[in-house]
């Protein structure tokens, strides 16, 4: 016998994106959405924010890494970028540690 359907209390309507936030903040969305109807959908054009630093390297590195990026005809911060996620994601993997076997 299915689940009888709770009746879902209607969304407010508010003023300004701050307030739709404190209210969403306080109550539960399960009192006004019914979310076995949600779909999951992909935003393939978006892309992540932004900011911008000020970042000081030695000339040398700076040239280095201006004719990496030239010979792989990508600019320059691009491939900064590629290099910075590679290493984070480095820096983020558990670390094996050897058995003793074959220590």
Do not use: C
């Given at each position: 016998?299915?689940?009888?359907?709770?009746?879902?209390?209607?969304?407010?309507?508010?003023?300004?994106?701050?307030?739709?936030?404190?209210?969403?903040?306080?109550?539960?969305?399960?009192e006004?959405?019914?979310?076995?109807k949600?779909?999951?959908?992909s935003?393939?054009?978006?892309?992540?924010?932004?900011?911008?630093?000020?970042?000081?390297?030695?000339?040398?590195?700076?040239?280095?890494?201006?004719?990496?990026?030239n010979?792989?005809?990508?600019?320059?911060?691009?491939?900064?970028?590629?290099?910075?996620?590679?290493?984070?994601?480095?820096?983020?993997?558990?670390?094996?540690?050897?058995?003793?076997?074959?220590?």
């Amino acid at each position: 016998m299915p689940k009888p359907r709770k009746k879902l209390k209607p969304i407010p309507h508010f003023r300004s994106h701050d307030e739709a936030g404190e209210f969403w903040m306080t109550h539960d969305t399960t009192e006004y959405l019914d979310w076995s109807k949600a779909r999951r959908v992909s935003f393939p054009n978006l892309r992540p924010s932004t900011a911008t630093i000020s970042l000081r390297l030695p000339q040398g590195l700076l040239d280095e890494l201006r004719t990496l990026a030239n010979q792989r005809d990508v600019p320059y911060q691009s491939l900064l970028k590629v290099y910075l996620a590679e290493r984070i994601a480095q820096e983020r993997r558990p670390v094996r540690r050897r058995s003793r076997a074959s220590a």
